[in-house]
């Protein structure tokens, strides 16, 4: 079955850069673009940008352009998130979420990982 | 502030139907497909409504999506207390090149 699994919570000071990891299984890792969407408490969902693991080429939401990079390790199935020069509006549920095309939906999504960044 | 609009909340009684909306513009809903994703409490959103009126395998069909121009709504019929959740309208923007969201609707029943 397809199943996402995402790296465990982080804490995080201010400034600092946190690296979320997002394990694929079931399904040919190559043939679906994945998604990082984050969820800020009492906000609703921010799309932050996604990566194609066949091209490995990405496309990041203006907001983050400059603070966000998202690699892929094809031999370990993995996308990796990294956000940097982290504040604390970056306290957030982060979710990778996979889809067939870049404009299509999101048809599974890993289970979220909490970064919470604070002094 | 959501590209996207939707109420903040909605609530109804078991049983009965409730319809949340999602307002868009025509670089968004008025050009692409709308998304409805259910969030429950403590859990990853899962996708409910996709192309605009399409239920994946497993969504009951007492939820129905529906589009017109530059809005949409997401139709919940039969509430059961199972359906209290955050539900979260989505499509691609072509202005912004990125996918948009709406705020989100807490369901409440009551």
């Known amino acids: 079955q397809v199943q996402l699994v995402q790296s465990g919570a982080e804490v995080k000071k201010p400034g600092a850069s946190v690296k979320v990891s997002c394990k694929a299984s079931g399904y040919t890792f190559t043939s679906y673009y994945i998604h990082w969407v984050r969820r800020a408490p009492g906000q609703g969902l921010e799309w932050m940008g996604l990566?194609?693991?066949?091209?490995?080429?990405?496309t990041y939401a203006q907001k983050f352009q400059g603070r966000v990079t998202m690699t892929r390790d094809t031999s370990a199935r993995t996308v990796y998130m990294e956000l940097s020069s982290l504040r604390s509006e970056d306290t957030a549920v982060f979710y990778c979420?996979?889809?067939?095309?870049?404009?299509?939906?999101?048809?599974?999504w890993g289970q979220g990982t909490l970064v919470t960044v604070s002094s | 502030q959501s590209v996207l609009t939707q109420p903040p909340s909605a609530s109804g009684t078991p049983g009965q139907r409730v319809t949340i909306s999602c307002s868009g513009s025509t670089s968004n809903i008025g050009s692409y497909y709308i998304y409805w994703y259910q969030q429950l409490p403590g859990t990853a959103p899962k996708l409910l409504i996709y192309?605009?009126?399409q239920r994946p395998s497993g969504v009951p069909d007492r939820f129905s999506g529906s589009k017109s121009g530059t809005s949409a709504s997401l139709a919940v019929s039969g509430l059961r207390s199972e359906d209290e959740a955050d539900y979260y309208c989505?499509?691609?923007?072509?202005?912004?090149?990125?996918?948009?969201f709406g705020g989100g609707t807490k369901l409440t029943v009551l």
């Open positions: 990566i194609n693991p066949s091209a490995d080429s990405t």
């Open positions: 192309r605009n009126n």
């Open positions: 989505s499509a691609w923007d072509d202005s912004l090149s990125a996918w948009v």
């Open positions: 979420a996979r889809s067939l095309a870049a404009r299509s939906h999101f048809d599974y």
